[in-house]
């Protein structure tokens, strides 16, 4: 949960709360009047919630991803999108955001209203805040559906129906998301815009691990013998690669004037010449050499 918390301090210039009588009182009473306000966990994080639904809305004619959501009290706007359409926005002192880990988010500001086209009407939202979400575009709290008074909502079949100027009118949201690849130029604009919110690179990785072959071992064997057999299955196993270097490790000496061996390839006899391959195959695949 995204907590918003809006004080309002009342106290002239160039006065501590120490100097003002009975500052423990009034900072008390200020605790009391905060006003607090919250953006759901979902909505935040771009996640799919339980009570909300997207869709596609319009602002002044451009096309904007709307999120229309039950557990946030208020709505809020993306920055970018307020100020491509040059909405007014009045400041918004003394409003801060505190996220569900105790981080701290500043409001830049607020929208009195904001005039907005659900497929086939029109609607009007009190009070929207610029806030960067990455839930979508715009999302729509319930400040809004506290003003539909009755309607009905289907978070799964993702709808919903309210009373509009004299008539019922069905909204249709998104129930899934397909996913599209997408071109350079279209990468290009959403960096422009500032429309990404994360971004992440997914590489290919081959994993050095073998997988593990448990050993061959009679029926009927002690259980503890077992577990212990195969916890130490690597000292039964075939030994691979080079031995782990130790304190005092052994010391061939080579024969004083020795030369290495000058053969020509495959001057062996057959027999020989496909175990040596075999040898060598064994021994890379080991990583010996």
């Not at 029926?219 to 690669?241: D, M, S, Y």
């Not at 080079?242 to 052994?250: C, S």
């Not at 175990?275 to 990583?287: H, N, P, T």
Request: proline share 6%.
């Amino acid at each position: 949960m995204l907590y918003q918390v809006e004080l309002e301090l009342d106290a002239s210039p160039g006065i501590s709360i120490e100097e003002v009588p009975n500052g423990g009182k009034l900072l008390q009473r200020l605790d009391q009047q905060v006003i607090e306000h919250h953006l759901s966990y979902n909505v935040m994080h771009d996640t799919s919630g339980p009570a909300s639904i997207r869709i596609k809305a319009q602002i002044r004619g451009l096309d904007v991803q709307a999120l229309i959501d039950g557990g946030s009290s208020d709505s809020f706007i993306q920055p970018r999108i307020a100020k491509f359409l040059n909405l007014p926005i009045d400041p918004a002192p003394g409003v801060r955001v505190m996220v569900g880990n105790f981080a701290i988010m500043d409001v830049e500001g607020r929208i009195s209203s904001l005039e907005v086209t659900l497929q086939v009407c029109k609607i009007t939202i009190p009070e929207v805040f610029v806030l960067h979400v990455a839930g979508g575009d715009l999302v729509i709290g319930t400040p809004w559906l506290r003003t539909l008074r009755a309607h009905i909502v289907d978070y799964d079949a993702a709808f919903l129906r309210f009373w509009h100027e004299g008539q019922f009118v069905t909204v249709q949201g998104e129930t899934s998301s397909a996913l599209s690849q997408a071109q350079f130029h279209h990468i290009g604009r959403l960096v422009n815009t500032d429309a990404i919110a994360e971004a992440f690179t997914v590489q290919l990785q081959q994993s050095d691990e073998r997988a593990e072959t448990l050993l061959q071992l009679p029926e009927g064997l002690n259980l503890e013998l077992t577990i212990l057999l195969h916890t130490c299955g690597t000292v039964f196993a075939q030994p691979k690669g080079l031995p782990p270097q130790r304190a005092h490790d052994h010391l061939f000496p080579l024969t004083k004037g020795a030369e290495p061996v000058k053969v020509r390839p495959y001057r062996y006899p057959h027999s020989q010449k496909n175990q040596i391959e075999l040898m060598v195959k064994q021994m890379l695949e080991d990583r010996i050499i």
